[in-house]
């Protein structure tokens, strides 16, 4: 076993292994400490199978044993190289991580699998979270996979495609007057008198290791190279702080070299407490109420908060917030340009690069990464009035090309019979059947 532990991430007190996610001593943040001697070893004995194609390719670096008999697959999703919308923003060399394609849909599959797997291993038999709806959904499924009842607590308000989302798997779900952080307080009392695995709360330390195998999935699929700049959305911090740690362990073991990509961190103008305290130079976050469209980011008061910002600061990162307006604008462009439709926090992701190119933030020359975490379809009430309806013509040829001479734009496709070629090429035929 290659875990020593938990450590306190501010004052680095020691903690055995449990469930429990704050030091006792100062109340900070717990995280996973690991035995890299042990680690070592195992990647000397079990390197990264490639027949593995999930996040359990990397779990020589992950606090579980071995993959879970019930996983659901989670990770190793695409990167793709982003060239139209890098063309359209002023980069030279962007790449997408598409997380849009996870088995519920959000990255929020890569830190349940850790929670659920980690769990199972305690014997804790209920499992349960606070969440903007993402996270629900994906503990509905992979509870369900493995056989655990699952309780979601949400806003009473929350967006109805989120619930249906999660409620598909059967889990219990509670709707609860107020924000996210009031759902949090709660859950907190709940974990504390029924000792449930809340995957958020009591199991966040193994939780958020899920979050490390974005970084680890990005190295790998660049050819065992570093990016220079990546672009993470910020909801209570830990994906950048996650990611950039998953950076700095490939480097620390030796199976990358170079220097720590810089972590810059995106928000919604409605919920903006990690960038507005960046842009303030305060070394602490001041809580908001988040009025914002981007709901799965919509954390007033993230829990690590100041672990993000002295992830910006130590990697010589920025941080960007945009509107509501900007958001719609970059859930559109990321469509139009490659085929991704993402839901509000990629549009905020998407925006937020936008704005920190714009302001030389990140440099034209970069090899940028973004980081897109959910699918749009979980946000489609955001979209309500930006597409018109569509034409409407009958079941007659002449009709649809009546409507086409007085639609069709300049680069549109030249009509001609079918089964004849396109001007003289070379005189391709179509092949016979």
């Avoid at 697959?73 to 695409?78: E, I, R, V």
């Avoid at 806003?155 to 509670?174: F, M, N, R, S, T």
């Avoid at 990697?315 to 900007?326: F, I, L, P, S």
């Avoid at 930006?386 to 090309?401: C, I, K, N, T, Y």
Wanted: hydrophobic content about 45%.
């Amino acid at each position: 076993m290659s875990v020593a532990g938990l450590v306190c991430s501010l004052c680095g007190e020691r903690f055995p292994v449990s469930a429990q996610y704050v030091c006792t001593e100062c109340f900070g943040p717990l995280e996973v400490a690991y035995d890299w001697e042990a680690v070592r070893q195992r990647l000397t004995s079990e390197p990264f199978p490639c027949h593995t194609s999930s996040l359990w390719r990397y779990r020589a670096l992950l606090p579980v044993n071995e993959i879970p008999p019930n996983d659901l697959g989670a990770g190793f999703t695409p990167l793709h190289p982003a060239e139209r919308l890098a063309k359209e923003i002023g980069l030279e060399e962007l790449w997408i991580k598409n997380d849009t394609v996870n088995p519920s849909y959000s990255f929020k599959d890569r830190v349940v699998a850790l929670a659920v797997a980690t769990a199972q291993q305690m014997g804790i038999p209920v499992v349960a979270c606070a969440s903007t709806g993402n996270l629900a959904s994906a503990l509905a499924a992979h509870a369900a996979r493995a056989g655990l009842p699952a309780y979601l607590f949400v806003p009473a308000d929350l967006e109805p495609e989120k619930i249906l989302g999660a409620a598909v798997y059967g889990p219990h779900i509670i709707g609860v007057k107020g924000t996210y952080d009031d759902v949090n307080r709660l859950c907190i009392q709940i974990a504390d008198r029924y000792g449930w695995g809340f995957v958020n709360i009591n199991l966040r330390p193994f939780y958020a290791e899920g979050s490390k195998t974005l970084a680890f999935e990005t190295v790998e699929q660049l050819g065992w190279d570093l990016p220079d700049h990546v672009v993470v959305p910020a909801a209570g911090g830990s994906l950048a702080t996650k990611i950039a740690k998953g950076f700095q362990e490939l480097l620390d073991l030796g199976l990358v070299f170079g220097e720590r990509p810089r972590v810059s961190i995106a928000q919604a103008a409605g919920c903006a407490p990690i960038v507005r305290a960046w842009e303030a130079g305060l070394d602490h976050v001041e809580p908001v109420r988040p009025q914002t469209i981007a709901r799965s980011l919509a954390i007033g008061n993230p829990a690590d908060g100041v672990l993000a910002l002295k992830t910006i600061r130590e990697t010589g990162g920025a941080a960007a917030a945009v509107t509501d307006e900007e958001i719609i604008e970059g859930i559109r462009l990321l469509a139009r340009t490659e085929g991704i439709f993402a839901e509000t926090a990629g549009g905020v992701t998407v925006a937020a690069l936008r704005k920190l190119v714009a302001q030389g933030h990140i440099r034209p020359d970069e090899r940028t990464v973004l980081y897109i975490t959910g699918n749009g379809y979980k946000t489609v009430s955001a979209l309500e009035g930006q597409a018109s309806a569509p034409p409407v013509v009958e079941p007659r040829l002449a009709d649809f090309e009546r409507w086409y001479a007085t639609h069709s734009s300049a680069q549109a496709v030249e009509l001609r019979p079918a089964g004849f070629p396109a001007a003289s090429q070379g005189g391709v035929h179509p092949c016979p059947e």
